[in-house]
């Protein structure tokens, strides 16, 4: 099997600026690999490289899985076009194709300002514009600028912080602190993206440790609408019967939480890019919930059930419910977060994202004992986390 590592050890960086374009760019050499990204400026003095990400193209070949969705979703496409597609080259393909009616169905009901607008002349790429541009809420860059916050930056720390007034509390240390990690992250990420020792993505190709192999986690082959990949032991995977079951339920929990009302959706596609107990190379550790993307409507996410208790969490871009016969539900990664303090079966909790989660747009959805918190995968082969299909079924 092929392995993905992400790159580690000591990094030599090297900035020039192209005189031709105008540009900064920036040179970075490890393990005998040379990589150039555009760059951003940095805020606040930072001294490391602070990568343009949406300048840099994902060079990872999407798996099978996906290959079977685009020639499901897109009859035009043949096994050939498919073969060697890389995630840039998927996403530019799908952002160009005109929306579909699901899709049209979603948009004029969640604004209706649209309901008299064609929306068959749209490109996908142009519903992904209206709601970025809808969610963007007014910024006092002027008073962040006078700290050297520059306003790219700015939009990116009010993902977490939520308002002008929040933001501007905080120290200098914590938004340096907080802007380094992000920088670090990127970097790292488009590393990942375009290196040449990438062949797919996702942290499930990768292999645990050889001592965990057929003990702590268990290679599950060819698992429906999912992958092949390596389960904790916990997770109870290994057995067939129970991975068709809890498959049926993370897909009925898929269609009921990225609906926009409290009905299943009639999607054709799920796509779930982890569940519950494997194996995750980035935190190694077992895996303590399921991640899943919607990437076809809106992606607003529902509580499914009525919560006595809803806390939402900035640092990790999550709100958590709780409800004494289901236990505490967590939705990480999300923006335009729900901040009040009771939530009703429907209500919409937020927008999926890339908070907390920089190299992918997915939700996080975990489950634990009634007011437990949500855990941690890292360095930890420990299924720490309670049973999410449970709670989704």
Known sequence: MKKNKMLSGLITLVLFVSLMSGNVSASTFQNGIAYKFPTLETSMGIETINVNLSKVADNRLIPERDQNYLLEAYPALTQKDVNGMTIQEMNDYIAAQPMEEELIKNAKFLYKELQLVDLS?????????????????????????????????????????????????????????????????????????????????????????????????????????????????????????????????????????????????????????????????????????????????????????????????????????????KGTVFYAHMDNRYTSSYATMGTVLGTQSDIGAPNNIHLHFEATTFGGHMHSATNNNVLDSSDPYFVIS
């Open 121 to 325: 002349k749209w490109a996908v790429s142009d519903w992904n514009d209206y709601v970025y541009q809808k969610n963007q809420q007014p910024l006092d860059t002027d008073i962040f600028r006078q700290r050297g916050i520059t306003d790219e930056d700015v939009k990116y720390l009010m993902k977490e912080y939520q308002t002008n007034e929040n933001l501007a509390k905080q120290s200098d240390e914590t938004i340096r602190e907080y802007l380094t990690t992000y920088y670090n992250n990127k970097l790292e990420f488009a590393k990942y993206i375009t290196s040449p020792n990438t062949y797919t993505y996702g942290a499930r190709t990768t292999d645990p440790p050889a001592n965990l192999q057929g003990t702590t986690y268990r290679w599950v082959t060819s698992v429906s609408n999912y992958t092949s990949d390596w389960f904790h032991e916990d997770a109870g995977t290994h057995n067939s019967a129970t991975m068709a079951y809890q498959m049926v339920k993370a897909v009925n929990g898929y269609q009921y939480i990225f609906t926009t009302s409290y009905t299943p959706n009639s999607l054709t596609s799920y796509k779930f890019t982890n569940l519950w107990g494997t194996w995750s190379n980035i935190s190694n550790g077992a895996h303590e919930g399921i991640d899943m993307i919607y990437s076809s409507s809106a992606r607003e996410c529902i509580a499914i059930f009525s919560g006595g208790t809803a806390i939402y969490d900035a640092s990790k871009g999550s709100v958590s419910l709780s409800k004494i016969t």
